[in-house]
């Protein structure tokens, strides 16, 4: 059963435009979401995080959206540029209170931006 | 580069056997988490040490085992191994245990069990 979902497995989006990827969980139990981005041969590299007690989180040009009530977050990148293609995972955790230090990953969605 | 290292790059073997991946931690961190990413799968998390014990275990299979050495290095051993084994392995480090601590990300080492 996957808990963590992203739907999409690629999106293509112009340069300098806004780049949105979604992800859904199922878990009403996690209090903490992350993004990664993985470049080719590359390990993941975290981006960007978001507490449960928070529904928007910013840095620079990422933002991070929390629905709790829909469980759904989602990524936006204003303005998207070409170094930002990349694999975009989303991960979870119910650890945020200390109870775990699981992540729970989803499968990722690959972002092409065009130059 | 993220500081941590993981050796080797890439692992050919058979079914059957058994094969060692080592993961160094970015320098002063205390723990270790591995992770397994099979195609078209997110990373599913293994086990994780911090400073030399086992604090968390995801859905390692018992054929797997792992352990963090006195210098903090880690080892993630793969016995019995089969077709469905073949994945690239990451291993992460941070600086304490929880899970508010950023996770760094070795480059990984794929696994292909023919």
């Known amino acids: 059963d996957q808990q963590v979902k992203q739907n999409s497995p690629s999106l293509s989006v112009q340069e300098g435009r806004i780049s949105i990827l979604n992800c859904d969980y199922t878990?009403?139990?996690?209090?903490?979401f992350l993004w990664y981005k993985k470049y080719p041969a590359e390990g993941p590299t975290f981006l960007i995080s978001?507490?449960?007690?928070?529904d928007k989180n910013e840095d620079g040009r990422f933002t991070v959206f929390l629905n709790k009530s829909a469980k759904h977050l989602s990524l936006h990148i204003v303005p998207s540029q070409p170094g930002d293609s990349a694999v975009y995972f989303c991960?979870?955790?119910?650890?945020?209170?200390?109870?775990?230090?699981?992540?729970?990953f989803g499968t990722g969605t690959l972002l092409a931006v065009q130059p | 580069d993220s500081g941590v290292t993981q050796t080797p790059k890439h692992l050919i073997t058979a079914t059957g056997q058994r094969v060692t991946l080592r993961c160094s931690p970015r320098?002063?961190?205390?723990?270790v988490y591995w992770y397994q990413q099979s195609l078209d799968q997110g990373l599913q998390f293994l086990i994780q040490?911090?400073?030399?014990?086992?604090?968390a275990k995801g859905n390692i299979l018992e054929r797997f085992s792992a352990q963090q050495f006195p210098d903090l290095h880690s080892e993630l051993n793969l016995s019995s191994l089969e077709l469905g084994d073949s994945a690239l392995y990451f291993c992460?480090?941070?600086?304490?245990?929880?899970?508010?601590?950023?996770?760094?990300f070795g480059p990984g080492t794929r696994l292909l069990v023919l």
């Open positions: 978001i507490s449960s007690i928070k």
């Open positions: 040490y911090y400073n030399g014990e086992e604090r």
């Open positions: 992460a480090s941070s600086g304490g245990g929880t899970i508010k601590e950023t996770q760094y």
């Open positions: 878990n009403s139990m996690f209090d903490y």
């Open positions: 320098s002063g961190d205390l723990s």
């Open positions: 991960a979870a955790s119910d650890g945020y209170g200390g109870a775990t230090n699981k992540l729970i």
